[in-house]
């Protein structure tokens, strides 16, 4: 089958015959994609069966949209699909219809110009593209290739050198094009009318069961309980429609922007709307900055840039011109790759930094939804859906209940059938069977637990953005902790620095002051990224506390300053009392002058891929500029001459970062002479980054926050893991790791190094662990690296914890997946890990059913805060779109806070589950009783059950508070357990068995008088004996169960301490005991109550209250939490106890591998030969976790906290 329509002359087309197709794929936002096309027949027998089912059919297609379109829609090919069905990464089902626009003479497109824009030929019938949207992003047909693809920008496929070509600026012709193509430039958030969400409301399944409840209540003539449940749903509508409204108004309040900017046209400069911006466009950043509202790329000049909008860091960037040589022409410009080149939107430009009269110029890269703004705002409107189980069981349970509404309705209709009852009564009864088996009110209620907790959680300081989140919280098996800033002190302390002379380490000095004016001295007060805004000095704190101890000053440059550095310095430093003369005219390459005055001529930002910066410097007097750059050890070392290197180096630096220091390195080099500035400007990195001479190391301390032991301790004494990634160094990261507690003094550290295959050399894996015993005082001993590593003892099996770097972990993913799950569960720290790893670590332990909590403070930790079931960020902001959670309190105190009210959240949610379904099934046996008597609950009585008992009890059930304590013992994360089956079948049990007793108990009375019924007047029948004895028990029954489902101790606080919960039992307890004890006249009448002729049987209904309450505390606390309850029902059902997760079964075959951990310091079978890697097991961890492919990211800051800490 063709592609749509005529290709046009000159071009060949593919033909295609694909259904289907995969988009994005390799992306977070992969997706499938599966081409349909309406059947005229179809449809017509689609709007037949909406007539024929009263409207049933049109529900059911407006709740799935995607069924609608399989019985309107056939399959065809995507060249001749008019809608698509997409299956997103979470196994939703999304339906778009795919548009054609026109290419008219209004927009001047031509299809060269279409072409030049894409890079590709996408029109078809050579005037029109076809094209669908999908959450806000466009994707258009490429006839060519036969697929659908996002429509990009210049953010793909475009060479750096094709940028400058580019600063002239757009004309007016060409951004009208491209605003044709791409649109305005507009994050818009939809505010739908209060009309509309009322009809989307309403058309909720929870509210179209409702109504279809009341309804039928009308019609069966309970007007009063009919009309409280209408104002009560009317309340509930009127709160979620005006809470709904009022949140996407914030949300459109928070996105909206509105600002005039400079843009250069032709050579000049015009203010234009921001919305009218395109790819493409030149943007002129003024002197005191602005906020960007699109992506852009800098091509001139510095910008100091608050990017804390999108990362929650406050620490202020500074960006840098996109290179500009022949070296990286070619290279293909990725806003990932090039984040320190990059504007994103969002952000607020503090100020610029530019040389003379140049202008700071951006190109446009991206605009509306496709910026970095924009897809925040997307996460927001389209979060990622979270499996939670307690609403998967909670469906499982109401068609359950529906199943046994089914039996009930069949039994109504054969017991009115045989009473000769009238058709409308047999309808209406039995219809009403329905209403009162399946409770209608489960999902909110379900809710009200979380919402309290979300409350408590919101006046400690700790905000939540995904409410559902807050149950996943109480089932957390692992949480994982960043290391600086999270559980250390965000600043560092400089220690000291340790000078290298001649390759010699001289002695430490503490006091940085005390240095002469010498190469390392001039490092440390250039080698950074500072800047001033508004005379405060601003940057990262590693390199505010190194230039703080020095005690020089740093200023921005005037434009005498600036004249003296052949106007191109754009910082200058110089040491305290520093008086400026310039007395002297020289040309601008020959400096006489003799001065200590520092000038940086250009800054290399710090690259995770590179894990150094350097800067280019010229000094005052001085004929020729230097470079000097700083970074970690092992990467400055690769750089240095040999010549340069103390011989000891590897044993001052283990030494160092074993006691944990963080410990960078510092280099330079004189430059050629005949270096001028312009080249300077020019020069490739790696050709002046090379053949450099060791200054020294430099010795950071990074204490541990107060509260990080304390808490890390109350965690593993709940048995929660621990794990820490960190983009920090190994030893570091393993020294920080024992200092607070994640690793105990007689826990051994095996580390593992494994080798990719280069060619050359087998894949291999080395198995060596570290020493502990560390000496307070500075290394002086004898000692060496591989002194450190020793082989295992023979003693191997027991209190052993992997510690593995990012390289170690992606070899591990691509050539070893079959041991993932091994490293996964066992490993305890995790070192240099890039964002992206950090990410998939996360998904790792996921994937071996793991419950997950992350707990960071960086931009390079969002990805893996996102993932995780439970990702708590600390921040200054309420809320942070780059999590579930977000803490203002800057500690790691908020992790036991959520896990306290996750656990308070999460058995308050199934204690109501199961009061819920109590309650439907106690009302479900008292109607199947009093319909055999043809009889009936009265309205008020229907009343005083639903709205006294029910809704109180249900409003002021999850009010109760988390226990102080998180114990070992997790609560159960699913109803379809043992306990709560269990818990549920013997309740159900009682409970009938209850009122089935009391009901013959009442025959067997003397005086008891059998119902007659009125056949002309059904509702007379009400008022009997039977119908006010099964009132009374089944009131009693409804108090008793929320008394036995409070469950107190030991995830929240005992139900006394609920006040308001346990004040209202006890009033609804006593006015029932006064209902049931005092023969009230006006109370029985208003209730359609029968007065008993004696006043003894009144006490027979007490003590069957009293014995059913003794019964069900009996079962809820003396049997279910029993184990061998458990054991005995396993027994029963012939089942083997097997692992309940697939993490407890990497477990036991760690446990029953001999081999495990090796012993040998290298070698392990490859992927080639995965038969050698414990195949005796059964559940083998190659099984358990798929081969997957190897994502490393880039880590813009190493740890979140330093652009120069590695």
């Not at 909008?309 to 290279?331: D, F």
């Not at 189980?389 to 199943?403: E, H, P, T």
């Not at 002046?688 to 304390?710: A, C, R, S």
């Not at 306990?979 to 009442?1002: C, D, R, Y």
Request: hydrophobic share 40%.
């Amino acid at each position: 089958m063709s592609a749509d329509g005529d290709s046009g002359p000159g071009v060949a087309y593919h033909r295609t015959q694909s259904v289907r197709t995969v988009l994005n794929e390799g992306e977070d936002d992969e997706i499938e994609c599966i081409g349909y096309k309406r059947s005229v027949l179809r449809v017509v027998l689609c709007y037949i069966g909406m007539i024929w089912t009263a409207g049933i059919l049109w529900l059911i297609f407006y709740w799935r949209a995607d069924w609608k379109l399989k019985c309107m829609a056939y399959q065809v090919c995507l060249s001749e699909a008019t809608w698509v069905l997409i299956k997103d990464g979470y196994t939703q089902n999304h339906v778009s219809k795919v548009q054609r626009l026109t290419i008219d003479k209004d927009s001047g497109l031509t299809r060269e110009d279409i072409k030049l824009m894409l890079r590709k030929d996408v029109l078809v019938n050579s005037h029109e593209f076809r094209f669908f949207r999908y959450q806000k992003l466009k994707y258009i047909w490429n006839p060519t290739d036969g697929v659908f693809s996002k429509l990009r920008a210049l953010d793909d496929g475009v060479k750096s050198y094709e940028f400058f070509q580019q600063l002239q600026g757009l004309s007016e012709d060409e951004q009208r094009k491209r605003r044709f193509l791409y649109g305005e430039n507009v994050i818009n958030i939809r505010v739908r009318s209060y009309f509309v969400l009322l009809i989307q409301e309403v058309l909720n399944p929870f509210y179209v069961f409702q109504l279809f409840s009341v309804l039928l209540w009308f019609s069966d003539e309970y007007y009063y309980y009919a009309s409280c449940i209408v104002i009560m749903s009317a309340g509930s509508i009127f709160i979620s429609l005006v809470t709904t409204r009022k949140q996407s108004v914030m949300l459109r309040d928070m996105v909206a922007s509105s600002h005039m900017v400079q843009i250069s046209r032709s050579g000049e400069e015009f203010m234009v709307d921001e919305k009218k911006l395109v790819p493409g466009d030149v943007l002129v950043i003024p002197p005191n900055g602005c906020p960007m509202t699109c992506d852009a790329v800098l091509l001139t000049g510095n910008c100091i840039v608050n990017e804390s909008m999108l990362t929650g860091e406050s620490v202020p960037i500074t960006k840098t011109p996109l290179p500009n040589n022949e070296q990286e022409a070619n290279v293909i410009y990725s806003p990932e790759e090039h984040k320190r080149h990059t504007l994103y939107c969002g952000t607020q430009v503090i100020q610029t930094r530019y040389y003379g009269s140049e202008l700071v110029k951006a190109v446009v890269v991206r605009t509306g939804f496709s910026t970095a703004k924009g897809t925040l705002v997307r996460a927001i409107l389209y979060p990622k859906p979270m499996d939670i189980k307690l609403y998967r069981d909670a469906l499982k349970f109401i068609s359950v209940m529906f199943g046994i509404a089914a039996i009930g309705f069949i039994y109504t209709i054969i017991v009115l059938a045989l009473q000769d009852a009238t058709a409308r009564e047999i309808v209406l009864k039995a219809l009403d069977i329905i209403t009162i088996a399946v409770p209608p009110a489960l999902p909110a209620a379900l809710t009200i637990g979380i919402v309290y907790a979300q409350n408590r959680l919101k006046r400690k300081s700790i905000y939540c953005i995904s409410p559902s989140r807050i149950n996943l919280c109480g089932t957390l098996d692992v949480v994982c902790f960043d290391k600086t800033g999270t559980l250390t002190e965000d600043g560092l302390d400089l220690m000291g620095v340790v000078p290298a002379e001649n390759a010699r380490f001289s002695k430490m000095v503490t006091n940085i002051q005390q240095l002469p004016f010498d190469n390392l001295l001039v490092a440390m007060t250039t080698c950074h990224s500072l800047t001033r805004i508004q005379g405060e000095l601003n940057g990262d704190p590693l390199d505010v506390k190194m230039f703080d101890a020095t005690n020089w000053t740093l200023e921005e440059p005037t434009e005498t300053e600036s004249s003296n550095f052949d106007m191109l310095m754009p910082t200058i430093v110089k040491p305290p009392g520093t008086v400026q003369n310039y007395n002297e005219t020289v040309p601008n390459s020959d400096f006489k002058q003799v001065g200590t005055e520092v000038g940086i001529v250009r800054q290399f930002p710090f690259s995770s891929s590179l894990q150094r910066m350097s800067v280019i410097t010229r000094t005052l007097g001085e004929d020729h500029m230097a470079v000097y750059s700083k970074g970690a050890p092992e990467k400055i070392l690769s750089l240095c001459s040999t010549k340069s290197i103390p011989e000891d180096f590897h044993k001052m630096l283990v030494g160092y970062t074993k006691q944990g220091f963080r410990v960078l390195a510092i280099a330079w080099k004189p430059l050629d002479p005949s270096l001028q500035w312009h080249k300077a400007l020019k020069v490739p990195r790696d050709d002046v980054e090379n053949d450099l001479q060791l200054l020294g190391l430099l010795v950071m301390q990074n204490k541990l926050k107060p509260e990080t032991t304390p808490v890390i301790k109350e965690l593993i004494a709940a048995q929660i893991r621990i794990v820490m990634v960190t983009g920090d160094n190994m030893l570091t990261a393993v020294n920080v790791a024992r200092k607070c507690g994640i690793l105990q003094p007689h826990d051994r550290v095996i580390m593992v190094e494994a080798l990719p295959p280069d060619g050359i050399k087998v894949e291999n894996i080395t198995w060596t662990y570290a020493e502990t015993d560390i000496p307070p005082e500075s290394p002086s001993q004898e000692t060496s690296l591989n002194a450190i590593i020793v082989q295992m003892e023979a003693n191997h099996k027991t209190n052993y914890h992997f510690a593995m770097g990012g390289k170690s972990f992606a070899a591990i993913r691509d050539h070893y997946p079959y041991l993932m799950p091994r490293f996964a569960v066992s490993g305890t720290v995790f070192a240099r890990m890039s964002p992206n790893q950090k990410a998939q670590l996360v998904e790792s332990l996921q994937e071996l059913e793991y419950s997950v909590g992350m707990c960071g403070d960086g931009a390079n930790d969002t990805g893996a805060l996102k993932t995780a079931h439970a990702g708590i960020s600390l921040s200054e902001a309420e809320a942070s779109v780059a999590s579930p959670f977000t803490s203002k309190i800057p500690n790691i105190t908020c992790v036991p806070e959520v896990i306290r009210e996750g656990r308070a959240a999460l058995v308050t949610s199934f204690s109501m589950f199961k009061y819920m379904a109590l309650y439907s099934v106690i009302q479900f046996v008292s109607v199947m009783i009093l319909y055999s008597i043809q009889s009936n609950l009265g309205d008020f009585m229907f009343m005083y059950i639903d709205l006294c008992i029910i809704t109180v009890v249900a409003i002021f059930m999850g009010r109760s508070e988390a226990y102080a304590k998180i114990v070992t013992r997790k609560p159960l994360s699913q109803l379809m357990t043992t306990p709560i089956l269990a818990s549920l079948i013997l309740q159900i049990t009682v409970q009938a068995l209850v009122q089935t007793t009391a009901f013959f108990v009442l025959k067997l009375q003397s005086w008891f008088e059998p119902l007659v019924p009125n056949e002309e007047d059904y509702y007379a029948n009400i008022k009997c004996y039977e119908t006010t004895t099964i009132f009374l028990v089944s009131c009693f029954q409804y108090l008793i169960v929320a008394v036995a489902f409070s469950t107190g101790k030991p995830y929240t606080k005992p139900i006394y301490r609920n006040y308001l919960y346990s004040g209202a039992l006890v009033v609804l307890t006593i006015f029932t005991t006064i209902v049931v004890l005092v023969p009230w006249d006006k109370l029985e009448n208003l209730l359609e109550l029968r007065s008993y002729p004696v006043y003894a049987f009144r006490g027979v209904i007490i003590g069957i209250a009293v014995g059913n309450l003794v019964i069900s505390l009996l079962i809820e606390f003396g049997v279910v939490p029993r184990y061998w309850l458990k054991y005995i029902l396993e027994c029963m059902w012939c089942r083997e106890t097997k692992p309940s997760r697939k993490f407890n079964a990497v477990e036991i075959e760690m446990e029953n591998d001999p081999e495990w951990p090796p012993l040998e310091g290298a070698s392990y079978p490859t992927v080639e030969h995965p038969a050698e890697a414990g195949e005796d097991n059964g559940n083998s961890s190659k099984e358990l976790l798929s081969n997957q492919e190897t994502q490393t990211g880039v880590n813009e800051k190493g740890d979140g906290v330093s652009s120069t800490q590695f």
